[in-house]
């Protein structure tokens, strides 16, 4: 049996010696190495784990391969961590010659060749690795340089290694949620994939995670969107639950209402097992049009302890929303946000500005549309990002031919709050309008558009057409001076989006 080294190189979205009262990125545990840690070890093998976050520099990294002498060292990596997982290879390799290594994960999934290529790995392993990775350890000569793992029975895993993180305990008390989860808090997956095709979202890199061989046809792969039953779901929760007694939930699925079955029979376990009645209450992604669909699914998962919903709106532009080929309308939008308000359901918001559109140019009142529909919805978490290309989706190819995006090789892969990243986008105008420092609580400054916008929109509601329009020449008079930028633009923008609003 074969001593296994699982490598975190999450240096990128966090740091050395990571502190816990800092972000998610240094709370959460790396689900991919706690499953496949608990598949080795039901294999036989010896697992250690070697995160950089706990540790306090390249030094300790080395001597912790030393001191550890693995025969294998598996590391896994998303694209932002591409750079220091190459470096956690190329220094394991330099201590420990002959060492047998393995990526694997997202990143090493879509683009093998950057590490075959760099003569540092001997394998990458494509795909989940719950079935393959402890045969490979075991016996590496069976498996070529680049090879699919086997697509796993998720009902037949173990649960997750997750006290491989030897703070473990200590980590689930952190409140990274604020006061809009309690602590404390147990992170789960369900269900792998998501059938939908966003084109700024790497969901369609997952399908070339997530896959199975196609049917007579080993040469291809098909999405294998799937969920672990929840009866195998609610076996881990009651099980954690018995150890350590927690009270928030997140569960990381990419959209958890995917099929209104499987959501049913989820329901049920939760009540069979008296969840709500243990006050636990929990995070979940849904799309807005699967919200709207499906009303009752929604009040359903509220009483089993549904507390807050994420939901992707991305834009409340109709053409923006087109662009994304997000299936949903700004009307599909604003009346998710009424069924989660009607429910007492919180709204974790996630919006995206800055993306130009399909003649790459940026039109702010996309953006303002987005803003002012935020005001709205009056959302309790406000999740607003300037718009940065995946690798993997569609919107990065197509950007990256139109030569419109800002890349700098170091932080490219990650999604941010506030940077710039493409070309053409008024930053500094954006920036102007946001009324708070931080990026979960942006939305427009009130003295700049929503308070003069409102009373405008008050007087042509009733009636007051001229007073009406008056009111909003005004408002929009005052933001443009305020707000400077390319300002014949702006006020051409501003326009065309103020008269869609008049009636
Ligand atoms: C949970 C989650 C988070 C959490 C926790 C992240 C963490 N450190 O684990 C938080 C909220 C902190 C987070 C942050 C970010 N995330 Co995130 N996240 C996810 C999510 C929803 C689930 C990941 C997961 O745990 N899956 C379950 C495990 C079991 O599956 P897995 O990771 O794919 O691992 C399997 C295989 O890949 C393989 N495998 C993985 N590693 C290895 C290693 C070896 C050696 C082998 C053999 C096999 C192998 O085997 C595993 C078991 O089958 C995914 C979407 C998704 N559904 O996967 C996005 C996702 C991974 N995140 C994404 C992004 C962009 C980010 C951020 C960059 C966002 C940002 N700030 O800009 C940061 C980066 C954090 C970081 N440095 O890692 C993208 C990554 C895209 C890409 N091309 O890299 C994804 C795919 C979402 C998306 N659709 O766009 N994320
Ligand atoms: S944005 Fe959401 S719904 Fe769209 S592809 Fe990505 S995960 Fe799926």
């Not at 330099?94 to 990143?107: D, E």
């Not at 140019?361 to 290309?389: C, G, H, M, Q, T």
């Not at 105008?429 to 979960?440: I, K, Q």
Request: charge should be positive; charged fraction near 25%.
């Amino acid at each position: 049996m074969a001593r296994v080294a699982l490598v975190n190189p999450q240096l990128t979205t966090s740091t050395w010696n990571a502190p816990l009262d800092r972000g998610a990125d240094n709370v959460s545990i790396r689900h991919a190495l706690a499953q496949l840690s608990a598949c080795l070890k039901r294999a036989g093998h010896q697992v250690v784990l070697l995160d950089l976050r706990l540790m306090s520099g390249w030094e300790e990294f080395e001597e912790a391969v030393r001191r550890s002498a693995p025969d294998v060292l598996g590391v896994t990596a998303h694209t932002c961590e591409a750079v220091p997982s190459l470096e956690c290879l190329r220094r394991a390799r330099a201590v420990r010659p002959g060492l047998r290594t393995v990526a694997g994960g997202i990143h090493p999934s879509m683009f093998p060749a950057e590490y075959l290529g760099s003569g540092l790995v001997d394998h990458v392993l494509k795909g989940e690795g719950e079935v393959s990775f402890p045969r490979l350890c075991e016996d590496p000569s069976r498996f070529a340089a680049e090879s699919w793992g086997e697509t796993p029975v998720l009902d037949e895993l173990p649960y997750e290694d997750r006290e491989l993180w030897p703070d473990f305990a200590r980590r689930l008390k952190v409140p990274w949620w604020g006061k809009h989860l309690p602590t404390p808090i147990m992170d789960f997956l369900a269900q792998r994939g998501c059938p939908w095709q966003c084109a700024f979202c790497c969901g369609p890199g997952e399908q070339n995670l997530y896959t199975k061989p196609k049917k007579g046809d080993e040469t291809r792969r098909l999405p294998a969107v799937r969920s672990r039953s929840p009866d195998h779901v609610l076996g881990e929760m009651v099980e954690l639950h018995g150890r350590y007694p927690y009270r928030g939930v997140i569960f990381h699925d990419d959209q958890f209402l995917l099929n209104p079955e499987w959501v049913d029979r989820f329901c049920a376990a939760m009540e069979r097992h008296g969840m709500a009645q243990r006050g636990i209450k929990f995070w979940a992604a849904i799309r807005a049009d699967m919200v709207c669909r499906y009303p009752d699914r929604l009040r359903h998962l509220k009483e089993v302890g549904l507390h807050i919903l994420s939901i992707g709106f991305e834009s409340f532009s109709d053409r923006m929303l087109r662009w994304m080929k997000k299936g949903t309308t700004c009307e599909i939008n604003l009346q998710a946000a009424e069924t989660c308000r009607k429910l007492g359901i919180q709204i974790y918001a996630n919006v995206i500005l800055g993306t130009p559109y399909s003649d790459g140019k940026w039109y702010p009142e996309d953006d303002l549309a987005s803003l002012w529909a935020l005001e709205r919805v009056n959302p309790e978490i406000r999740s607003v990002s300037f718009f940065s290309p995946i690798p993997g989706s569609p919107f990065y190819e197509w950007y990256e031919r139109a030569g419109l995006m800002v890349l700098d090789g170091e932080t490219d892969g990650q999604r941010y709050p506030d940077r710039a990243k493409m070309k053409g986008v008024d930053y500094d105008f954006l920036n102007r309008m946001r009324g708070s420092p931080t990026s979960m609580e942006w939305g427009i400054r009130p003295d700049l558009w929503s308070l003069p916008h409102r009373r405008a929109k008050g007087l042509l509601r009733e009636g007051h057409s001229a007073e009406g329009r008056k009111a909003l020449r005004t408002a929009m008079r005052s933001a443009v001076s305020d707000l400077g930028g390319d300002f014949w633009r702006l006020r051409r923008s501003l326009k065309t989006y103020l008269r869609s609003l008049l009636p």
